[in-house]
């Protein structure tokens, strides 16, 4: 009876699973910021720091300045060489971040593999701006 039980409680685990993948999916919000995310990163990965600059927030603009964003760019992300694939883990909201002002963030996660490093993990942080477009104000690679 228990091993039923199991069964059933790990079904329902994978079907809700399932419905909140599919629920997210749909989410335009969700959409927009993880396509933003990507379009970012394709910046990143071609190395132009400076177009990845102009089109990420102001909060990030203000706190790095463009020569030493582009220095950070390039110490990240050459070591690793190209891009060989990207996907999305997760999607979060949050109207607070640490060490940031109140407002709309999502942070898109995505587990990614480099040319010389297979299992990479890469965090995006976007903010909604006061045009209400989406733009990004982190990066991490890990």
């Known amino acids: 009876m228990i091993g039923w039980l199991t069964v059933r409680c790990a ?14 999916a749909q989410n335009p919000d969700a959409t927009t910021v993880q396509g933003i995310a990507r379009d970012w990163l394709v910046l990143t990965d071609r190395g132009d720091a400076g177009a990845s600059w102009d089109a990420a927030a102001r909060q990030f603009r203000n706190a790095l300045p463009r020569e030493r964003w582009a220095d950070s760019l390039r110490k990240a992300r050459e070591p690793l060489g190209a891009l060989a694939q990207r996907a ?7 109207t607070s971040f640490p060490g940031a002002p109140d407002g709309n963030y999502a942070i898109v996660l995505f587990r990614t593999s480099f040319e010389k490093k297979a299992d990479a ?4 942080t976007l903010e909604r701006e006061a045009d209400g477009v989406w733009r990004v104000v982190g990066y991490l690679i890990r």
């Open 121 to 124: 993990a890469e965090t995006v």
């Open 11 to 24: 079904a329902l685990v994978v079907a809700l699973a399932c419905l909140s993948t599919l629920a997210l």
């Open 88 to 94: 999305i883990l997760s999607t979060t909201f949050a």
